[in-house]
């Protein structure tokens, strides 16, 4: 799958864009806060109605501007399609494919798949399980509808019992008919991420070696507290007066976690800078195989700013792994031309790049297909 061409109009600080893109690679170099990035999460917003840095809609809109539009043109398992996405500042989002419009977003996730790298993964490894948790449900449900299904209505039903403890009901019997409902989601969520963790393990390690070129050991250890539960209605019920007392639910899967370890060792109370961006980087190109793997596609791979923080021989190794044929069409942002001029090199001329600057993109090169 790839993006042929973008259109933007409005959208954060880019007032107007036109954009025709190389098959493989497409470099943006400018300095910080020129737009570099805001074009990646265009795309971004393209494939997961949303932006990455997790903004309300009305912040994408271009200040002083009532309404964003973004258009692009794919090529998806050999057919064209367009995507449009439509925000005003008064109005819930449109979003189009091939000119009709969604009745439920949720139903355009995984259907262009993508994979972003930025600066801001190491708060997978930094933050709470909040974070991690996010990152699997946007992972897997790319590639399984069913699980998405799960997440949303074990996610209503959760919503629906926390109303029901911070209004103080004590009812037993209602208690039962909301976990009830939340029981089979619950266990599909927990299976599938149960397997999930254990696939990606040895395609992440694979993908840390060879980036770190050592011997550390990285590890991924899910955590959940429906492994130690007989079953999940007996954890309910074992946790039901402690929720009552609390006012909100303490057990489920809204509480798992993955444990990030190097040498056996928490990666968030021990990883160097580097070692924890390289951690983060191998978990994405990990994401993107295992995205390769199930959809059956090649995902967008956007990688924004990633060569900060990392030694001159991880960054060589990086650029040595994306040129590999198993990656598709690559996005990738930086202030150094020399790391663009590499990869560019790398990719035969078949490549386009542009500098950055106040939101306007002037091609510094342009390759004919």
Not at 52 to 80: H, T
Not at 157 to 175: F, I, P, T
Not at 318 to 336: H, M, S, W, Y
């Amino acid at each position: 799958m790839l993006i042929k061409s973008l259109s933007i109009d409005n959208f954060k600080n880019i007032e107007r864009a036109r954009m025709e893109f190389s098959p493989k690679v497409n470099g943006l170099l400018g300095q910080n806060g020129m737009g570099k990035s805001n074009l990646l999460d265009a795309i971004f917003t393209l494939s997961f109605t949303k932006s990455y840095c997790r903004v309300p809609d009305s912040m994408l809109i271009r200040r002083g501007e009532q309404f964003s539009l973004v258009k692009a043109e794919y090529l998806r398992r050999g057919v064209e399609e367009d995507i449009s996405l439509g925000l005003t500042d008064c109005k819930r989002k449109s979003l189009k494919r091939k000119g009709k419009e969604y009745q439920r977003l949720s139903e355009h996730i995984g259907e262009f798949p993508l994979v972003m790298i930025s600066p801001a993964d190491v708060d997978l490894v930094r933050e709470s399980a909040d974070e991690r948790r996010r990152w699997m449900d946007m992972v897997i449900s790319q590639g399984d509808a069913r699980y998405l299904d799960a997440l949303i209505r074990y996610t209503k039903a959760l919503e629906q019992r926390n109303r029901m403890l911070k209004d103080g009901v004590s009812d037993a019997s209602l208690y039962y008919a909301i976990e009830a409902m939340m029981e089979p989601a619950a266990q599909y969520i927990f299976e599938t991420r149960t397997e999930w963790v254990k696939s990606l393990e040895p395609i992440f390690r694979d993908f840390y070696e060879r980036i770190s070129g050592s011997d550390e050991v990285p590890g991924l250890t899910y955590s959940s507290q429906m492994q130690d539960a007989k079953s999940y209605a007996d954890m309910m019920e074992c946790h039901r007066q402690r929720d009552i007392i609390l006012r909100h639910t303490s057990a489920g899967t809204h509480r798992d976690d993955i444990l990030f370890t190097l040498n056996d060792m928490e990666m968030r109370r021990t990883g160097s800078q580097g070692q924890c961006k390289t951690f983060v980087v191998a978990l994405r190109l990990a994401q993107y195989a295992f995205l390769s793997q199930t959809t059956g596609m090649k995902p967008l791979l956007l990688l924004d700013d990633i060569f900060d923080k990392l030694d001159s021989c991880r960054v060589e190794r990086i650029v040595k792994l994306v040129e590999d044929p198993a990656f598709g069409q690559i996005f990738i942002t930086d202030t150094n031309r020399s790391h663009l001029d590499e990869i560019m090199m790398r990719a035969g001329g078949d490549y386009r790049l542009w500098e950055v600057n106040n939101g306007h993109f002037t091609p510094l090169h342009h390759e004919k297909d």
